[in-house]
């Protein structure tokens, strides 16, 4: 059944209203007004995902809706964040509005943009914040059925034959992948874009490479649910935010953007938010042209042979392998290495897989051996989560479960 009335109110606190959330272009006339509304000083917004229904109650039991919003609570965006436990990040109106203003800015000015993205993570989200800040009605794609880039050409139509100014989109690497493959109206919708936001995941340099060579305005973010999103854009952090990469290579973000906390989850929220920073779980560095680069997650670093192996770095490394379309890498104990390293990979061509010995020298002809994986999987799609994100949890399971393996 769709909720989206006030499911509390009390004199003494903020009323907190569930919506869900669908995947097609409803989306915008049932969720923008609320977003607008929370924006402005009303209800507390929490959107859900319409389904599958174990992850829709489940995140209904974590964030219980029926207790009361807290105080400055715009958007409590669900996430899973890197624990798999679900948990809301508090997002006020003012760091939303402050996200939003500054991406605006550093993107050249308002304009229009195409929610091509699940409005029950905060990429979505902000795709909407953004254009309650701009002043413009979004225009959604139908993801119903998956992403279809037919179906985000023919979007991408409606929303530049509806008026001039600046247009925009948001995007995870999985999606312009599919898109430079998707045919010649795909690209050309691509490239009528004043800006094409990437994030969600690491991209490869191949996959960036090829999409700027087609002309196309990719512009590469990093940020999680905790800094309302992207906050760092081609490795320079937006206006007002700072940035700060400790000995261990520990990211922290710093900025108007900021969270409030965690729903009903006061210690976590101690933890996390630390004298004003935000203390992430990723690890990064800056490079020689003053830009930072994220390589992966505390909680992503295989130790093989004494050596630390960030997983996304191996992702990056075995994915430009020329027979390899898309990888992920887990871990599993090893008695000899301590942990080893299993790269899961979809093939270019499925009648000439990858092999592992070619994998492996390519992957120690750039970068250290420790990378080069000890295993390769072959299969048909990579597990992702429903944000688009590569789901690498999922993947360690499934390995576990395939070859009853201890992840």
Known sequence: MQRSTPVTTTSATR???????????????????????????????????THPEPVREQLLDALRPDEPA?????????????????????????AI???????????????????ALPATHVAGLMVLARSYVAGTQPVALDLSQGFDPELFAAA?????????????????????????DGGDAAVAALSGYDAVLVGGSAISSELLDRARSAGIPVVTTYGTT????????????????????????RVRLRGPMLASGYRLRPELSTETFVDGWYVTTDIGHYKADGTVEVVGRVDDVAVSGGVNVPLAAVDRVVATHPAVREALAVAVTDPEWGQRVIAAVVAEDTDQPPRLESVRAHVMRQAPAAYAPKDLVQLDSLPTLPSGKPDRRALARQLATNQNTEV
């Open 15 to 49: 009323s907190l209203q569930v919506i869900d959330v669908p995947l097609t272009p409803a989306v915008v006339p049932r969720l923008f007004p609320a977003v607008t509304a929370a924006l402005e000083g009303g209800h507390a917004l929490l959107p859900i995902p």
């Open 156 to 180: 991408s139509v409606r929303l530049f034959g509806s008026g001039s100014g600046r247009r925009y989109t948001a995007l995870v690497a999985r999606q312009l992948a599919a898109l430079l």
């Open 226 to 249: 905790e800094t309302c999103g992207g906050c760092v854009y081609d490795g320079r952090p937006l206006d007002d935010v700072e940035l700060a990469v400790d000995d261990d290579g």
């Open 70 to 94: 807290e105080d400055d609570a715009a958007l409590i965006v669900p996430t899973s964040g890197s624990t798999g436990e679900p948990k809301g990040v508090l997002l006020s109106a003012d």
């Open 97 to 115: 509005q402050a996200s939003a203003t500054a991406s605006v800015r550093r993107l050249g000015g308002p304009g229009r943009w195409l929610l």
